[in-house]
């Protein structure tokens, strides 16, 4: 079975553009959630979404969006690029049940210039 | 709400001793806590999860896990530490009562433990 699949694996953008990433999950998941790492922040949380409806949304503003196709393939975008959304953003799949672990792709890299 | 904390930022340990890197957990409900890899460059890596029963969980890699709901503890362990497994760890904990926040069974990561295995 093939893993989640993020791409592209790195993205170099300059401030005020903006970005779509794409997010390929495991055969037969259908929730897909979105995280941001940072070397100072950790993980946090940006959406996650089941059978194409947002179920959560993390503490981020809205320059950060998200959806979900009928085919559970994810899309998060990103306008008006600031210095600060430089981080590697990581796709997640799962059943969508709470005892059940997260499948994660190799992530996203973006640098904002 | 649900946090997670991982009090060290770095733990450094010589190969072949026991290692342990702490976490602590607050949810409302009961817990289901899980341990995650993260090696240079990649995405993150199941190591092992908590859901109920037995305290002592075992997983991946010779890891385990110790849950103490007293503590509100979920410490990961390993007999004898090998230089591969020098990487970044996180815990993470979801509430078991159901959903989390406006209706999402939403994980919630510690900021991570660095990791060095010493030759």
């Known amino acids: 079975k093939a893993g989640v699949t993020q791409t592209p694996r790195y993205l170099i953008k300059t401030r005020g553009q903006q970005v779509t990433l794409s997010c390929s999950p495991i055969s037969g998941h259908r929730s897909v959630s979105w995280y941001q790492q940072t070397p100072g922040q950790g993980l946090q949380f940006l959406f996650e979404?089941?059978?194409?409806?947002?179920?959560n949304k993390g503490n981020f503003p809205g320059r950060f969006s998200g959806r979900q196709f009928s085919n559970s393939r994810s899309e998060m975008n990103v306008s008006t690029l600031e210095l600060g959304d430089s981080a590697l953003y990581l796709c997640?799949?799962?059943?969508?049940?709470?005892?059940?672990?997260?499948?994660f792709g190799s992530g996203t890299q973006l640098s904002v210039l | 709400a649900q946090s997670v904390a991982q009090p060290e930022d770095q733990v450094n340990v010589a190969e072949g001793n026991p290692l342990t890197v702490k976490c602590t957990y607050s949810?409302?409900?009961?817990?289901?806590l899980f341990w995650y890899v993260q090696y240079p460059n990649r995405g993150l890596q199941f190591l092992l999860k908590?859901?109920?029963?037995?305290?002592l969980v075992k997983g991946s890699y010779g890891f385990e896990a110790e849950f103490n709901k007293s503590q509100t503890s979920f410490h990961l362990k390993k007999p004898s530490a090998l230089v591969s497994d020098s990487a970044l760890y996180f815990c993470?904990?979801?509430?078991?009562?159901?959903?989390?926040?406006?209706?999402?069974?939403?994980?919630?990561f510690g900021k991570g433990t660095k990791l060095s295995v010493i030759p």
């Open positions: 949810v409302s409900g009961n817990p289901y």
């Open positions: 908590y859901i109920t029963g037995d305290n």
């Open positions: 979404y089941f059978s194409e409806t947002q179920r």
């Open positions: 997640a799949s799962s059943l969508g049940i709470p005892n059940e672990k997260l499948f």
């Open positions: 993470a904990v979801r509430d078991g009562l159901g959903y989390s926040g406006a209706g999402s069974y939403q994980l919630t």
